[in-house]
């Protein structure tokens, strides 16, 4: 299915007193990483597709990583992006951060193709067919 | 004019590398301390006063800090806010963080009262007189 | 096992566009939970117990969440945190969030006790007796 | 004196409920900024300068910032940053962050030269002649 690979390099204010990457840091870097992934796989930026397919998002719903090796101020690490499931309302993506190529951490979450109701609350809308195509394109 | 304290549990994760709270988790803390102060003032939580007065917010157009000792991991701070000055549809605030009873930290910030237009942009207006008085109150 | 539960507030900061938590923020709660929960098992604050200890910190090595219901800005949420297992030189901790008194996440973790080495680097070491007894007491 | 110019790519987590740029994360550029700036007069990276020139960091005495126009989720701002003064041991950034090509944000800071000492604290030492050179040049 669609994969994606970014690099991200690692600031200062992004680590910790004990000089690695603050762990919740990498969950907004992976965020990034998935709105990257369909930015790329929908050839138009986020803030567009959500316009163009009239949702309101795709809130996470399930994540987790586990961290194998530390990164610090001054790494430059890859994270490798890809679908892994799509579900009726739903698609799971894993992302593989790396540094100096090898794996440091890996990750995945689930979420949510959501539109949003009559009432301003959300609801999860099945994935369209052009947006199955897509992420589902090798 | 109107003035509140609150306490700043300084935390881990607001820690950089140098062991030291990275400086711009300070501007965090000080405008969760001018909401507290408003909130204090209007005797009802944020989310309820933009409703209230049918603002969109009080957005930030300028601000800056002096800073003299650092804070650490585990230290508890105090942040004293007041009102310094109220214009037509602005108002200012001074913040000082005290660190052991000294101060550490010297901030100021002004900050626009403002409200949604038609065309879905905003715009200054002008603080209502029940702010005015409120704000104004020693 | 030991348990320990504390309030947060959710602040304006804390969210995002769509005017929930920024879900990366939820991370940066439940280590803070962590750091309270293990200082109230061991009486004293994070920056003496790992002193106290001797160790370098806690590591993560793996955590998740899945979430149920979102938090928004003025929200005072409850996190309801315990020991789980506790293993040579780990232990897991599982993470309640509560809003309204009902759960809204639940999270969990396994992280590491660690030493500094002579060479500079961190290595695992077994949980003492003492952090065992205390972790272990219901 | 010297000056450099970088892209920030705003992210959805960067902005906060009003839909812009939450403002405490423009210090976060900005301290990103001068640490590029420098490690390009410098010519190598801060984590390698620190090391080079012997130094605990460049702490932040004094910032300020006017806020002139919002930024959103989306898009790309350039921060251009440069040398304004060099004193003994300490140094003044203005940064000026466009959007569209128009001034958005101007801000400036000063930041202090520091070493360890033998008791572990940090004081500020002089810019040596070597920075003071690099920093001053066109």
Not at 2 to 19: L, N, T, Y
Request: proline residues 4%; contains cysteine.
């Amino acid at each position: 299915m669609f994969s994606h690979s970014m690099k991200v390099q690692i600031q200062f204010g992004d680590c910790d007193p004990a000089g690695i990457v603050y762990y919740p840091n990498y969950f907004r870097f992976f965020d990034n990483a998935t709105a990257a992934m369909l930015s790329a796989a929908f050839a138009m930026h986020k803030r567009n597709w959500l316009d163009h397919f009239g949702i309101a998002g795709i809130p996470m719903v399930d994540t987790g990583a586990r961290f194998v090796k530390p990164s610090s101020f001054g790494d430059v690490v890859e994270i490798r992006s890809e679908i892994t499931e799509m579900g009726r309302s739903s698609f799971a993506v894993k992302h593989t951060l790396l540094k100096d190529g090898e794996m440091a951490i890996e990750a995945h979450e689930k979420r949510v193709w959501v539109v949003r109701g009559a009432d301003g609350g959300i609801r999860s809308a099945p994935l369209p067919d052009a947006v199955r195509k897509l992420l589902g394109a090798a």
